[in-house]
Structures are given as structure tokens and as C-alpha cells.
T-cell receptor, first 111, second 114 residues
Framework: TQLLEQSPQFLSIQEGENLTVYCNSSSVFSSLQWYRQEPGEGPVLLVTVVTGGEVKKLKRLTFQFGDARKDSSLHITAAQPGDTGLYLCAAASGGSYIPTFGRGTSLIVHP | KAGVTQTPRYLIKTRGQQVTLSCSPISGHRSVSWYQQTPGQGLQFLFEYFSETQRNKGNFPGRFSGRQFSNSRSEMNVSTLELGDSALYLC?????????????FGPGTRLTVT
């Protein structure tokens, strides 16, 4: 079973700051997803990346899949309090489509 | 289109009891997966059902079981509850499998075992 390491584990920043969170593994993935989970709710899918080197943008969020498809990053520009939540990466590899989840980065954006 | 719904949202049980959780997927979705989320272990896959058949199973003891009905609704059951079963149980539905395995999660059932 592949292991997904997310860093940092916790992040507390002020509104307007930029931040990057990471998702790393020693395994090669066929696809990788990022989710955001708010307190008391289930995770919500933000993006799926499948091609090495792929970059996707979702408003102020930029997602990058590593060239070797072993790692990914999520960059948030000008963070807002509404960005607060637990950011989870999930990936599938080999012939399995069941994703393995990282433990997440807990982000708090203070107004 | 309505999202994934889970009932009940909160549940308190005593050690040794059993519990049944329910999940209604998004209309048209035939795949339903169950996950356990705890602060220590994160999100862990329990099992997946498709067309009333269990297709995949995670590494959990036999006390955890599930089923899916012909209308795609799913239930999971935990027997002989242990304190360590306290967790958020999440259900996710998907239209299909494959590389783009995009799951839509429900709000979860918060189970507390005392």
C-alpha cells in the first residue's frame, strides 16, 4: 500500500498570504486528487490530475502534478478565511482505482 | 441534483452494541464506498459496492460489513462495537470507475462509542 505524506500538517496564516502544501510518495500514481473538507462535512473534490507535469488552476488555487507522478502541490494565492479547512490528497496506482488518502493539511486563515 | 445523504448524522452507542449506518448516493450513481476517518489514521477505505456486489474491501475486521440495495442505497453495519470504532464514517458515491474515479462524499455519520 502506497503511503501519501502531506506537509505541513498544520498551517495558520493571515488573510492575503500565499501558501503551498505538498503531497509526496515513493510510488507512481495513475491519478491524484485534491479535496477540501470543512468541519462537520465530507471532503469535496477540488481537482483530479493524471498527466505528469500537469498544472491546473481553479481561481486562486493552482495544482501541480510532478513530472514523475509521485508528488503534487497545491498553491493558494491571497488566502481568504473561506479557504479554511482540511486539504487532503488522494491517489490511485497500479490497477486499483481505490484511492489512498494522505492525512491532510489543516489550514486556518485568519481575517 | 441532490447530494449524498447519510443518516443518522450523530450516534452514541455503548461498547458491545451494534450499529447500522445508511447512505443514499447521488441519483444515477451506482458505486458506493465507505470510509472511516479518525484523527490518528486519517481516511481509511472500508469497502465499495457496485450493483449490489462488494467489489473491493479494505483492511478492516469482519465486524465491519455492508450491503447495497437495488436502488443503490447502501448500509454499513458494525457489530460488537469497540471504543476504537469511534470515528466519522463517510460514504461516497461515484458514477463509474476508472482513472477518473471522482467520488462525491456525504457529510458523514459521527459515531461515538462509550
Amino acid at each position: 500500500t502506497q503511503l501519501l505524506e502531506q506537509s505541513p500538517q498544520f498551517l495558520s496564516i493571515q488573510e492575503g498570504e500565499n501558501l503551498t502544501v505538498y503531497c509526496n510518495s515513493s510510488s507512481v500514481f495513475s491519478s491524484l486528487q485534491w479535496y477540501r473538507q470543512e468541519p462537520g462535512e465530507g471532503p469535496v473534490l477540488l481537482v483530479t490530475v493524471v498527466t505528469g507535469g500537469e498544472v491546473k488552476k481553479l481561481k486562486r488555487l493552482t495544482f501541480q502534478f510532478g513530472d514523475a507522478r509521485k508528488d503534487s502541490s497545491l498553491h493558494i494565492t491571497a488566502a481568504q478565511p473561506g479557504d479554511t479547512g482540511l486539504y487532503l490528497c488522494a491517489a490511485a496506482s497500479g490497477g486499483s482505482y481505490i484511492p489512498t488518502f494522505g492525512r491532510g493539511t489543516s489550514l486556518i486563515v485568519h481575517p | 441534483k441532490a447530494g449524498v445523504t447519510q443518516t443518522p448524522r450523530y450516534l452514541i452507542k455503548t461498547r458491545g452494541q451494534q450499529v447500522t449506518l445508511s447512505c443514499s448516493p447521488i441519483s444515477g450513481h451506482r458505486s458506493v464506498s465507505w470510509y472511516q476517518q479518525t484523527p490518528g489514521q486519517g481516511l481509511q477505505f472500508l469497502f465499495e459496492y457496485f450493483s449490489e456486489t462488494q467489489r473491493n474491501k479494505g483492511n478492516f475486521p469482519g465486524r465491519f460489513s455492508g450491503r447495497q440495495f437495488s436502488n443503490s442505497r447502501s448500509e454499513m453495519n458494525v457489530s460488537t462495537l469497540e471504543l476504537g470504532d469511534s470515528a466519522l464514517y463517510l460514504c461516497a458515491s461515484s458514477f463509474s470507475q476508472g482513472v477518473f474515479y471522482e467520488q462525491y462524499f456525504g457529510p458523514g455519520t459521527r459515531l461515538t462509542v462509550t
